[in-house]
Structure formats: structure tokens, C-alpha cells
């Protein structure tokens, strides 16, 4: 199995950039699909991005493209969501996921989560 675990959440004003990361051990990283979702308070979980595989191939939600970039080194078993410009509504627990196969921007694809990272963006 998997173990993700995500870091570098924070709180930033509106404008501001952050970096979380997500630290991956148990079986080979490199097989399997990096997806980042996120749930504000009273909402449902959102896909925001994904790599896949070797990371040549990257998706983002509408909501998120050119202000979060997504990457991952599979030599160190790890993956980044550089997230800049920031907004209010980006405000939410942010989740690192792994998953073997399935569609990247559905949650039911993904086999093994992390615990998640605040992150808050003040106006």
C-alpha cells in the first residue's frame, strides 16, 4: 500500500502564493496517479489537479488553471502543488491521492488519501 501525507498548508492573504507537498511511502510512487482535491466547510470534495504517471501529463479544474501548477519527483516519492494568487475561495482542507487507474478528476478513482492540509486565504 501507499501512504501520502500532505504539508505546507497555511494561512495567506488574498494575492499570496503557497507550496504543499505530499510525501509518499509504501510501494513504487511511480505507478500510480497523483491527484489533489480539496472540501471547504459545507461542501463537497472537489478535484483540483492531477499527474500522471512520469507527470507529462497534467489536468487542472477550470477554477484553478494558471494559478496552481502540479508536479511530482518520483525519485523522492513526492509530489508539489504550487499554488499561487490566491484567492478567498481557495480557502479549504487540501488532500493528496493516489490511485492505480480510473479517471483522474473522479475521487472514487483513487485507493489511498492523506490526511489533509488546511489552507486559508484571507481577503
Known amino acids: 500500500q501507499v501512504q501520502l501525507a500532505e504539508s505546507g498548508g497555511g494561512l495567506v492573504q488574498a494575492g499570496g502564493s503557497l507550496r504543499l507537498s505530499c510525501a509518499a511511502s509504501?510501494?513504487?510512487?511511480?505507478?500510480?496517479?497523483l491527484g489533489w482535491f480539496r472540501q471547504a466547510p459545507g461542501k463537497e470534495r472537489e478535484f483540483v489537479a492531477a499527474?500522471?504517471?512520469?507527470?507529462?501529463?497534467?489536468s487542472y479544474a477550470d477554477s484553478v488553471k494558471g494559478r496552481l501548477t502540479s508536479s511530482r519527483d518520483n525519485a523522492k516519492n513526492t509530489a508539489d502543488l504550487q499554488m499561487n494568487s490566491l484567492k478567498p475561495e481557495d480557502t479549504a482542507v487540501y488532500y493528496c491521492?493516489?490511485?492505480?487507474?480510473?479517471?483522474?478528476?473522479?475521487?472514487?478513482?483513487?485507493?489511498?488519501w492523506g490526511q489533509g492540509t488546511q489552507v486559508t486565504v484571507s481577503s
Open positions: 509504501g510501494r513504487t510512487f511511480s505507478r500510480y496517479i
Open positions: 499527474n500522471l504517471g512520469s507527470g507529462v501529463m497534467t
Open positions: 491521492a493516489a490511485a492505480i487507474g480510473g479517471p483522474p478528476k473522479l475521487s472514487t478513482s483513487y485507493n489511498y
